[in-house]
């Protein structure tokens, strides 16, 4: 605004007509961000239900049936806590990925490195008998370490090679396949148990705590999840090394003009994200088999992604998300009793991580507009209402 | 922006101007009339008949075309592809194409290569390229947003010529620029716009470019002219044999930095002149270290700097006005106050201690200080927003600017690289500017200024070198050099020190530089 020939009383009169211009228009936006935050979950809510009643429809079966069969039995007090349990390495596995997507990296190799990171944990406690207090944080340090090791591979092959992150953490995850194939065997790191192979059990010791709930316990590896998630908020949204991540995240060449060395952080951001997914494995190895065997649970790294991009990235989202997979994994279960198809569920989960994807992409383009052209209007009608008065002109 | 209550009619056959600060609308009212967004009231009438455009094809149908400040065009491909890209159902891919291309330039003296590599063209064939586009999809009304930005005086002139040409051939040519001098001598009518309205309408024989100024900003035209020197003999910046060679699109090693050396004093600004690709970006970018050369040093007040990151540099005190705002100098989806940290993440106010003071523990940001210094700087820079937590994409460009601006000299810089510092700039926010960098070149304040408007180049600058294929070749003194003495050794055909009343190009270019003086 030019001041030419503006008395101080007058100036002093503008900042104030323009100080509650501000009040009122940061009210606003902020009601509206709140408006916009809810259209998006609640649109790809009502679309995923809309859809997936349109395919249960399709298979002769009825929609509304299934989905009170779902409610019903995914309230029962067993299945929340089957459902807590289950959500316990999905938010975990979501949040691995979740570092490397806040910065355009697609850590597609979380569950390589889960499986890679609990089998030399587990390894690593079967052979050891300390007290539990040192050997758990020893077991969990090992996963995270070796876990961070197997994706930081991936890391510095970018940044000294220019290789894509997706294509080495593919190939990894069938490079960890083998390796674990290859050391679990008799003569090497596993002992046989009926047709399985697994490693030597955890002593005692070194069994991670549970929270007694009605009829089974809940996993006392919750806490780690919970940690994950308050580190993930507070590193990324309040410390100097979370802005420089994020700032990569949103335009590369803008943080390497900051002062950020971006190859520094590809590879940080590669081990933290390994180092999270080698936290994946634990409540299975430490709240319920006690050993890596050729049944540990895989395919959870790939959960994970589809967890992230529905929880958008952020630690409620995700853990929301976790949830929901939780639940519709449980009660697909019962669905089938019913004679619903056993793959509803997965077309379910397939419908809603797309339907949410689109909903939030469609919603944060409209609010970008919205906000554009708001800034525009409110300029225009501040500039206006500043030019009825006598004095800005020479 | 937003517009309200515009009114402008465009005779046929004629090149109307389009004026205005920048965030003034002039953009959005050009996106309308191109079908890119769509008006919430008015109407828009073609050869008297209303028309609805919902898309730049409905455009395009109804014979407008449009010449994008940023060119939009496939770098490698040929000149004829890219023109029938997209277009493949006019005259076909072949034979008919080339003949249609080669009677458009003919007709308008285009001078067209169609088997030409659009990346071996320099930017005013470029431009050609893109009117071709649109005349070649029958473009009746042609319109050029800031045509004139990105060239020499040379260019500007042969531009103007094919202006002329459209014109004669019954074409209408609407033509935005910030430029009063190139609006007068280019136009044969001239509407103003202020603050998303139009505010006059005018004809180029009864205005001065003064006139032209006051109605579009209020108040009288800035100069950039900063007579009194300040220059001292204390070297804060000294390059010495800077080279840098990259592998262009061809495989091909070639040096874009070819032994550069300089030396800036403090309270002294270096203006480097020169057509855009001969090496100004390389050579910001060496100095902010975002490019390692292969040779040569750098020192800054004292200190080598030659190996230290980019971020060991800010810290030391150079601050960065980067060309391309965009790219390198915002998070265009962060808040404001998240761009206020951004290059700064290190230093106070955005700085707070280690997480429970602890040493070894993540150092944290201080949002608290992030924030209330934004406010200070919109407040401060007269940066037109609604609030600091806005992304930064949704102000106009000038703001922008204003607050890149305000950024980096609240960090109070030893060395200021302003690189096209005013470009896309609003008069008002440009007198802004150059106000800024004046007051702290008083306070020592040492400034590479890198800019494509050769009359800020000569106006603010202290000293004047011309980069030319990645060397410097030629110096002039800014009191007495003129914009064409400086366009001839920017192509190429002048080196040395540019001496204004011996050299022989002076008798050709004399009048007119009389005239610009």
């Known amino acids: 605004m030019n001041d030419l020939g503006e008395t101080p009383e007058q100036r002093a009169l503008h900042r104030h007509l323009e100080d509650r211009y501000w009040l009122r228009l940061r009210g606003r936006f902020s009601k509206e961000k709140l408006i916009l935050a809810l259209a998006a979950p609640v649109l790809a809510i009502v679309a995923a239900l809309v859809l997936s009643s349109l395919v249960i429809a399709a298979s002769g079966k009825d929609p509304l049936h299934a989905f009170s069969v779902m409610i019903d039995f995914g309230s029962k007090s067993d299945s929340q806590v089957w459902i807590v349990n289950k959500a316990i390495p999905y938010y975990l596995s979501a949040a691995a990925v979740a570092i490397g997507f806040r910065m355009k990296l697609f850590n597609i190799g979380v569950d390589g490195q889960y499986r890679v990171a609990a089998f030399f944990a587990a390894a690593v406690g079967g052979a050891l008998a300390l007290p539990g207090a040192i050997q758990i944080p020893i077991i969990i340090l090992t996963a995270m370490a070796v876990g961070a090791v197997w994706a930081g591979i991936a890391g510095v092959l970018k940044t000294t090679r220019g290789v894509s992150e997706v294509i080495t953490t593919i190939m990894l995850n069938s490079i960890a396949g083998s390796l674990i194939g290859y050391f679990l065997s008799e003569d090497k790191l596993a002992v046989k148990d009926g047709n399985l192979f697994h490693t030597t059990n955890l002593p005692d010791s070194s069994h991670f705590f549970t929270i007694p709930t009605d009829p089974k316990p809940i996993y006392g590896t919750i806490v780690i999840a919970i940690a994950v998630g308050l580190a993930y908020w507070f590193v990324l949204g309040r410390t100097r090394f979370g802005f420089d991540l994020r700032a990569v995240g949103r335009s590369e060449p803008a943080a390497a003009a900051s002062g950020v060395s971006v190859k520094r952080m590809v590879v940080t951001s590669m081990l933290l994200s390994g180092a999270v997914a080698g936290l994946v494995g634990m409540p299975t190895l430490l709240n319920v088999s006690y050993n890596y065997g050729t049944d540990f649970p895989a395919g959870i790294g790939f959960t994970g992604i589809a967890i992230a991009l529905l929880g958008r990235n952020h630690p409620i989202g995700m853990a929301l998300a976790a949830l929901l997979w939780g639940f519709l994994e449980r009660t697909g279960i019962r669905l089938e009793f019913e004679d619903y198809a056993q793959e509803i569920v997965e077309v379910m989960q397939g419908i809603i991580v797309l339907c949410v994807v689109i909903a939030y992409e469609t919603v944060r383009r409209y609010g970008l507009r919205v906000q554009q052209r708001k800034v525009g209007e409110e300029l225009s009608a501040r500039a206006a209402g500043t030019n009825d008065k006598p004095e800005v002109s020479a | ?517």
């Open chain 2, 1 to 517: 922006m937003a517009n309200r209550d515009i009114d402008i009619a465009v005779r046929r056959g004629t090149v109307h101007a389009l004026v205005g600060e920048n965030g003034a609308g002039k953009s959005t009212l050009m996106k309308i009339l191109y079908g890119m967004q769509k008006p919430d009231e008015g109407t828009i009438s073609i050869n008297g008949e209303r028309a609805t455009l919902h898309s730049p094809a409905d455009a395009i149908a109804r014979g407008i075309g449009m010449v994008h400040q940023h060119f939009m065009l496939a770098d490698n491909l040929t000149v004829l592809e890219n023109t029938v890209l997209g277009a493949e159902g006019l005259h076909g891919i072949g034979g008919r194409a080339r003949q249609r291309i080669m009677e458009l330039s003919d007709a308008y003296q285009l001078g067209i290569r169609p088997d030409e590599l659009v990346e071996d063209l320099g930017v005013a064939d470029r431009q050609r390229v893109e009117i071709l586009k649109a005349l070649y999809r029958g473009a009746r009304t042609l319109i050029l947003d800031e045509p004139t930005a990105v060239l020499v005086p040379q260019e500007v002139d042969a531009l103007f010529a094919n202006l002329r040409e459209l014109k004669a051939e019954g074409l209408t040519v609407v033509f935005i620029s910030h430029k009063l001098g190139e609006v007068l001598s280019v136009a044969d009518a001239i509407t103003v716009i202020r603050r998303g309205t139009t505010v006059a309408s005018v004809s180029p024989g009864e205005t001065t470019p003064k006139q032209l100024a006051e109605l579009m900003v209020g108040s009288e035209l800035p100069t950039p002219e900063t007579r009194e020197s300040t220059v001292t003999d204390a070297p804060m910046l000294t390059a010495e044999g800077l080279r840098l060679s990259a592998t262009d699109s061809d495989g091909v090693v070639r040096a874009v930095l070819d032994g550069v050396s300089f030396t800036i004093h403090k309270g002294e600004v270096l203006g480097i002149a020169g057509v855009e690709g001969n090496g100004q970006a390389e050579l910001v970018e060496a100095v902010m270290g975002m490019r390692t050369p292969k040779d040569g040093t750098l020192t800054l007040d004292g200190a080598d700097i030659t190996r230290l990151a980019t971020r060991g540099r800010r810290e030391g005190g150079i601050g960065y006005i980067p060309e391309d705002r965009h790219r390198h100098a915002l998070l265009l989806e962060a808040p404001l106050w998240e761009n206020r940290i951004l290059g700064h993440a290190t230093e106070p106010p955005n700085a707070g201690g280690r997480l429970f003071g602890i040493p070894g523990l993540p150092r944290l940001l201080a949002l608290r200080g992030a924030r209330t210094d934004s406010a200070r700087i919109v407040d401060a820079y007269d940066v037109r927003t609604p609030g600091i937590e806005v992304t930064a994409a949704s102000l106009s460009g000038g703001n922008q600017q204003k607050f890149i601006v305000g950024r980096e000299m609240s960090h109070r810089p030893k060395l200021l690289i302003a690189a096209h510092p005013t470009r896309g700039v609003d008069v008002g926010a440009q007198a802004q500017i150059w106000d800024q960098i004046r007051a702290a070149r008083r306070e020592g304040l040492a400034v590479l200024l890198i800019s494509a408007d050769l009359d800020e180049l000569i106006g603010l600058s202290d000293t004047l070198r011309v980069m030319y294929r990645g060397r410097l070749v030629a110096d002039a003194d800014p009191a007495t050099v003129t914009p064409q003495e400086l366009g001839s050794a920017m192509t190429g055909t002048a080196s040395g020190h540019l001496e204004h009343p011996d050299t022989p190009q002076d008798a050709a270019w004399g009048p007119a530089s009389e005239e610009e003086r």
